[in-house]
DNA sequence: TTGTACGCGTTATCAC
DNA sequence: GTGATAACGCGTACAA
């Protein structure tokens, strides 16, 4: 509990001496340094990082905004965040939403309130519009498409994506194609279905699942596919889990795959893999590394930057 | 960036009487509180938090450590811990320390430095004589077992939880039973190897596989485990995730489950109900609410406390 | 009911 | 090289 006055009256220095000394300054004797380092040991000091961040107003914090915690989807870009955030002496405050606006807001008050220094947000359901009104108060980076200028974006091109997506699937002659989406009116659920609708011919409103974001969500679309009476040949997800949890569900009814219906995930989860999963794979831990980088340059002066990432066809036996 | 003194020279009142209209105090005739509110919002006035914090010697903030954010086995412990702490207005930092302890000491640092209130562990390498030096500087929860007195536990008991699987095994008619552990030298996996030799006759050294934490792992297994000569009739895991991954395999295989052998997972996690897997479910979420409110207590004064918790059989077709 | 003055622990400024 | 002293923005005795 010794603070640094405590340190500069044991060492017979002043505090701004002990400054020094804590912070590597130049100008200060050998003698006293050594008097001052005696001091900080046989007093155990410990440099008290609220005082540092009020007066330095530098938080070395960054809140990461995501909806949910337990969906293995966002902890990818976590981890590459949490990577280069430690790397950068930064430490991440998390904060989950569950698409509450209100949750949302709240979480982008920290940066309002001093509380960190730049926000990234990996989902969302807030407007543009409103999260432009907390830029003045620092950097603030997602990982969705369409942000506007004063945002930093990286992400993933959700349509050029499904529509490579859907060329693999053409390509292993495949052209009766439907899509998997999770929320309906999120800017990725927009383009993939633009997407669908300009690369396939056959494309159609029956052929669009949308509200499926677990793997107990790809259970129940079995039921919801094998009661179509005219069923599309191939189904394009737009997450590995809902992909598994159909493929699962199809496995347990000893409807073989791809026979009764080909299937093509999204993301590259590793559990996939088990389960020969063919999918569409997302560098979302890379995209959540330099989501750190480009606010960590933001805060240093930077302009704000997008940058769209692709998507790479990860082969497997469900086509 | 207005502050409480511009407010008060705005309203014409003192920084006392401001402070206490953002605190709710009484003693403020309606007047001046009227004033004083119309100066906040007349000067979009935002509360500084860093230097609330460094006032009140409180960071609402509380560190959990957890080796990997990607391995989804941990995100369900920190759904909970987050729940429980936006409750309570507490914010969380993550500390990802791939079991490294130079990490794990630099994550408790936080607590000595009073960059967060206390803090949560959900494993760990250190040792708990080097954790309970850090217990003066705030309480500690852990979420393993064999917490000495000073610090919090919450957590599965291993031993009665394989102990309990395993009867649930012999119910089901297997005697011969391997089981497949994480790290070898860890408390729970020295409390599951206890529970394997004193509950199944058959026990042995060559059917103990160690070293098992991902999806990846379990598809590794699968031909260690062929390999043998003598085989068990069932494998107890210690994780769905590498249940699931050595189930997928042995589909691939074209090998027939439990037929070939009986798989028994641990966790519950919910994808693991799409491919029928047998497990324990271990109620990690609730543990995970626990500690943060544990933690709670003891800031406001409450004693340590362990709590042991158990695990339920659920039903699959892979026994 | 209100206000003055100080403490929280640090860094930054400026004079010596 | 060194050291007073003023910020940073808030809460809170204590006095009035």
Redesign the pocket.
């Known amino acids: 509990?010794?603070?640094?006055?405590?340190?500069?009256k044991y060492a017979?220095?002043?505090?701004?001496?002990?400054?020094?000394v804590?912070?590597d300054?130049?100008?200060?004797?050998?003698?006293?340094?050594d008097r001052v380092h005696a001091a900080m040991k046989e007093l155990g000091?410990?440099?008290?990082?609220?005082?540092?961040t009020?007066?330095?107003?530098k938080t070395q914090r960054v809140v990461v905004i995501l909806p949910y915690m337990d969906h293995p989807y966002y902890s990818f870009f976590v981890d590459g965040i949490a990577k280069a955030a430690l790397e950068n002496q930064y430490r991440i405050v998390i904060w989950q939403t569950e698409y509450k606006l209100s949750e949302e807001q709240q979480a982008l008050d920290l940066l309002k309130h001093?509380e960190v220094d730049a926000a990234i947000i990996l989902s969302h359901e807030m407007s543009f519009k409103e999260m432009v009104s907390y830029r003045a108060y620092g950097p603030i980076a997602v990982a969705t498409v369409g942000a506007p200028k004063g945002i930093s974006s990286i992400h993933v091109d959700h349509y050029a994506s499904f529509v490579s997506g859907i060329h693999v699937l053409q390509q292993h002659g495949y052209e009766e194609i439907g899509i998997i989406l999770s929320r309906s009116h999120s800017p990725s659920s927009l383009a993939r279905q633009q997407a669908y609708f300009d690369e396939v011919a056959s494309a159609r409103e029956q052929w669009i699942w949308t509200g499926y974001l677990t793997s107990e969500d790809g259970i129940r679309l079995a039921d919801e596919f094998l009661s179509q009476k005219e069923r599309p040949r191939a189904l394009f997800f737009s997450s590995d889990y809902v992909a598994l949890g159909f493929l699962g569900e199809m496995q347990r009814r000893q409807l073989p795959i791809p026979e009764t219906v080909a299937i093509l995930g999204f993301d590259g989860n590793p559990i996939g893999k088990a389960f020969g999963l063919s999918t569409m794979l997302s560098p979302n831990e890379t995209i959540g590394r330099q989501l750190f980088e480009t606010a960590l340059a933001e805060m240093q002066g930077a302009s704000p930057q997008t940058t769209a990432m692709t998507v790479m066809y990860q082969t497997g036996t469900t086509l």
Chains 1, 2 share one sequence.
Do not use: C, F, W
Not at 25 to 33: A, D, G, L
Not at 45 to 52: F, M, V
């Open positions: 509990m010794a603070n640094i006055r405590d340190i500069a017979d220095v002043s505090v701004t001496t002990v400054s020094r804590i912070n300054h130049p100008y200060v004797s050998k003698e006293k340094r000091y410990l440099r008290n990082q609220q005082a540092l009020l007066s330095t107003g001093r």
